[in-house]
């Protein structure tokens, strides 16, 4: 299994752009999410899925739009990328056990840098 | 809205010593606590983590526990060595929710 995979790894953007971010789980997994990481911020959930057709907004969705088609992709997509969303994008998978709560597992990483 | 707070932000220990790192978190129905450990340029990993229903868990050098009452939890690492270092997040998940809130992370310095 490859896990969850991230592309691309890096991006420049000019402000203004707009961008979709790529995920994938290849472990039939139901949640996804994505976070942002800034420095001193810990990591912070923009957006997340239970399931293929559900998404829901989290800490800060402002200026990221999300859709879950199928179980194994969670695309994000910057619809007018601006510097404030310089920052390390994580995309996490996890599978609830019956009914409990299970690890995520995070992607590698794609690092955004907007000028 | 859901919060969790960590302390220190900052650590150095000697190697051998104990560190430990506390959490605190906001929303009383959170019933999963996991603790990630993140190397210089990779991503977070689990290390341990620690339901609702239990005051302890360990796993060799590491530990958690959980204070339900005071909605803290903590983790000690002992006879720390120098792969130990890195940052660590510990984060809490609310019952009913698959969201997971993080903290904003540890960087442990463990000096040889």
């Known amino acids: 299994n490859a896990g969850v995979t991230q592309t691309p790894k890096f991006q420049v953007l000019k402000t203004g752009q707009s961008m979709t971010l790529q995920c994938a789980q290849d472990?039939?997994?139901?949640?996804m999410s994505w976070y942002r990481q800034d420095p001193g911020m810990g990591l912070r959930l923009i957006h997340y899925?239970?399931?293929?057709?559900?998404?829901d907004q989290g800490e800060v969705p402002n200026g990221y739009n999300v859709s879950r088609s199928t179980t194994e992709d969670f695309p994000l997509r910057l619809l007018s990328a601006a510097p404030s969303q310089t920052s390390v994008y994580f995309c996490?998978?996890?599978?609830?056990?019956?009914?409990?709560?299970?690890?995520?597992?995070f992607g590698p990483g794609t690092r955004l840098l907007v000028l | 809205g859901e919060n969790v707070e960590q302390h220190p932000s900052t650590l150095s220990v000697q190697e051998g010593d104990s560190a430990v790192i506390k959490c605190t978190y906001s929303?009383?129905?959170?019933?999963?606590f996991p603790w990630y450990k993140q190397e210089l340029g990779k991503r977070p990993q689990l290390i341990i983590d620690?339901?609702?229903?239990?005051g302890e868990k360990k796993d060799q050098r590491i530990a958690v526990t959980l204070n339900k009452t005071a909605k803290h939890f903590s983790l000690h690492i002992t006879e720390t060595q120098p792969e130990d270092s890195a940052v660590y997040f510990c984060?809490?998940?609310?019952?009913?929710?698959?969201?997971?809130?993080f903290g904003t992370g540890t960087r442990l310095k463990v000096l040889a």
């Open positions: 984060a809490a998940s609310p019952a009913g929710t698959y969201k997971y809130i």
């Open positions: 996490a998978s996890s599978t609830p056990t019956s009914g409990r709560k299970e690890t995520q597992y």
């Open positions: 929303d009383s129905a959170s019933n999963y």
């Open positions: 620690i339901r609702s229903n239990v």
């Open positions: 472990m039939n997994h139901e949640y």
């Open positions: 899925s239970v399931g293929a057709g559900i998404t």
